[in-house]
Every structure is written in structure tokens, then in C-alpha cells.
């Protein structure tokens, strides 16, 4: 927490507005576009929901296709669910760990000449790595298709000086407890379109329709933000520049401490991207007697969590049967990656007894 969270919360009490309505709503979203250059911000009660809403606004119904990453967490595709529509995963590439853009065309194509032309392209910043969004871009804007960025893990990264969220036609984040800032449980959507935020709205208020009385002609949803999670927001949105350079500093920490062995490696970043480093995750090299799980183990007999990159969403029984386009590079990473210990009061200590006992594995027995 930053220290002053507990200032809007009280502001909330004194106000009497101990519900999904406040000042500590309307100043979050300002907050929100303002410091990340969108002109409509939605404050909502999960990233979930945010994404949610934007297949929603976008006209993604049943049967229709929406195209996803497979390495990412089951919150980006789950909606996809919701609205009875299909997702269509497509393999990371290596550079970013991110959706493979030459996947990602060749992938359309093929629906096109199946006479399913996706609805809609589903991005993921993955771990606060940007997405070649360029070619991504690129792609969706030759085929027609919208694109909704899942910046959930992405708050405070950026692409050419441009913060994630703000490049698609809808732009998601969470706040949930474990992102870089919290409202406890949160999230938002984010848009430079009017018509597609009043929509979102509309929908996230259980599709009031405009009348004196309660009348409603469409399914709605009870997914605004409450005004005490804004509250924690905005006491979470003075201190975002500073998590995200605990964060990048943490990463720094591991890469140095670790570089030496040539079985460890780090993500970088491409040019052009800035990652808040959310989370500092590793690879090793296969076949070599030090695997992710060894490392894990070690560490737990510590008392210190590590886990396991995302499984793939293709290899999920969830997700069985769903269509896929790629090769193993996601597969890989699940086997050969480990998320390390990224919480921003990490001390310096903590890295130190974390990177001995990760070197300790790879010592002679």
C-alpha cells in the first residue's frame, strides 16, 4: 500500500457512498486517462469483466470466432465462453512470448477460406511484455478485424512511449490483488471511442434503459467497481511509477546475479517495448539436469513460492478440441519456464537468499 489509500476510503465514509457510485469512481477513471492517454476509462470489478464487456460492445455473439493467444491465463479466454463464441489459439513467438503475428495471419486466412472470418482479435501483454503490436496492428487493420488489448499484467508498460491498453479498439487491465497496483478486486475498460464506452456502461449498470422506472430490454450485468476499490485506486495510482521501478529493478537483480550460467535465460526487451517486469520469469535450457520443478522444489523447501509459466489454454481440458495454430513455442516455455518471486518489497536479502539457493542446483553435487 502506498500510505494513503485510507484518505479516500474515509472520504467514501464521510460522503455516505459506500456503493458502485463516488467521487473516488469519477476521479479513478480520470486518473486512469490521464495517465494513460485514453480518452474514456470504465472502472469495473474485475478485468474479467472488462473483457467481458468488450466482446460484448464489439457484437461477439454465439458461433461467431474470436482469435487468442494460448499462453496466456483462462480469465482472457473464459468470456469468449460466456458469449458462446469460439476461440481460436494461436502459438507464441520467442521475441516476446507473445502472439505470433505470421501465426496470427495465417490463421485468419485459413478461417476465411473456411467462411469464418474472426470477429475479433484477443492480444495479451503477456507478463508486462508488449506484443509486436506493429504487426499485429498491421494485420487486423488489412483484415477489418478489432483488436482488445488484455493489458492486465501490462499497467504502467508501454510500446514507443504509448502505454499498452490505448492501441486496439478496446483496452483492459486488472487490479486484482496479485497486479502491479490493487484495488483489492478490480479492473477497467479503456477506449477512445464514445460509442463503445456509453455501451459499456450501459451493460456494466444492468442495461437500465433510460425511464423513470426500472425497465430494462436487454441483459445486464452488475460489474461497476465499488467506491471504496476506487478509493484504494487511487492511493495504488500515486505510487505506480515507483512499483513499476521496484519491479524492472527486481528483474535487473535476477538477470545480473544469474547471467553467468548459460542454462538460465531472461526475457529482453525488443526495441521499442518498456515492461513493467510484473512478473521476472526464466528459462532453462532443456536437457540439462536442472529443470524448472527442481528449482521449484528448492525453493519451496524455503518456505519461498515459485511457479510454473501459464499451461498453455490448447492443452487445457477446458479447452479441448478448440482450434489451434502454431507449433510448441508455448508448449516449451510451459516446460522449460518458472515465474521467481516478484512482489515489489522484496528486499535486497530476499533476492540474494533466492538467487544462492537457484545457483546451489546447479552446483556438483
Known amino acids: 500500500m502506498s500510505g494513503t489509500e485510507m484518505v479516500y476510503i474515509q ?60 499462453f496466456t491465463f483462462v480469465a482472457t479466454a473464459n468470456p469468449i465462453l460466456y458469449q458462446g463464441a469460439t476461440p481460436v489459439f494461436i502459438d507464441s513467438e520467442p521475441s516476446t512470448w507473445n502472439l505470433c503475428p505470421v501465426t496470427l495471419e495465417k490463421a485468419i486466412q485459413e478461417r476465411l477460406r473456411l467462411g469464418k472470418k474472426p470477429k475479433a482479435i484477443l492480444l495479451v501483454h503477456l507478463y508486462g511484455m508488449p506484443a509486436r503490436l506493429e504487426e499485429i496492428l498491421a494485420i487486423a487493420n488489412h483484415y477489418n478485424i478489432p483488436v482488445i488489448e488484455d493489458a492486465a499484467e501490462a499497467l504502467g508498460s508501454a510500446y514507443q512511449g504509448r502505454a499498452l491498453g490505448t492501441f486496439g479498439a478496446i483496452g483492459i ?16 475498460l479503456v477506449t477512445d471511442h464514445a460509442a463503445l464506452a456509453k455501451k459499456a456502461l450501459f451493460l456494466g449498470t444492468q442495461s437500465k434503459d433510460p425511464a423513470p422506472h426500472y425497465q430494462h430490454s436487454e441483459v445486464g ?22 512499483r513499476v521501478q521496484q519491479r524492472r529493478a527486481i528483474f535487473h537483480y535476477y538477470q545480473q546475479a544469474l547471467s553467468s550460467n548459460e ?34 522444489f528448492a525453493l ?42 516478484s512482489g515489489s518489497a522484496l528486499t535486497t ?17
Open 263 to 296: 542454462a538460465i535465460s531472461f526475457l529482453p526487451e525488443p526495441p521499442g517495448a518498456f515492461s513493467n517486469r510484473w512478473l521476472s520469469c526464466l528459462t532453462l535450457a532443456p536437457a540439462q539436469p536442472v529443470t524448472p520443478e527442481k528449482l521449484r
Open 173 to 188: 487491465f486488472s487490479f486484482n490483488g496479485n497486479k502491479i497496483i490493487t484495488t483489492s478486486g478490480g479492473g477497467a
Open 11 to 70: 472520504k467514501a465514509f464521510d460522503e455516505n457512498y459506500i456503493t458502485t457510485a463516488g467521487r473516488n469512481i469519477d476521479d479513478f477513471e480520470k486518473e486512469l486517462c490521464h495517465q494513460l492517454g485514453s480518452k474514456y476509462t470504465l472502472a469495473l470489478n474485475s478485468g474479467t469483466a472488462a473483457i467481458h464487456l468488450a466482446l460484448q460492445v464489439l457484437g461477439i455473439t454465439a458461433g461467431d470466432e474470436v482469435i487468442c493467444p494460448t
Open 221 to 242: 450485468y452488475n460489474y461497476r467497481m465499488s467506491n471504496i476499490s476506487a478509493g484504494i485506486g487511487l492511493g495504488q495510482l500515486d505510487v505506480l511509477a515507483e
Open 300 to 341: 519451496e523447501e524455503e518456505n519461498i513460492e515459485a511457479r510454473p509459466l501459464w499451461k498453455p489454454l490448447h492443452l487445457q481440458p477446458l479447452f479441448a478440441g478448440q482450434p489451434y495454430y502454431g507449433g510448441s513455442v508455448a508448449q516449451n516455455l510451459f516446460k522449460q519456464g518458472l515465474c521467481l518471486p
Open 349 to 365: 536479502d530476499q533476492l540474494a537468499r533466492i538467487t544462492n539457493i537457484i545457483k546451489k542446483q546447479f552446483r556438483p553435487a
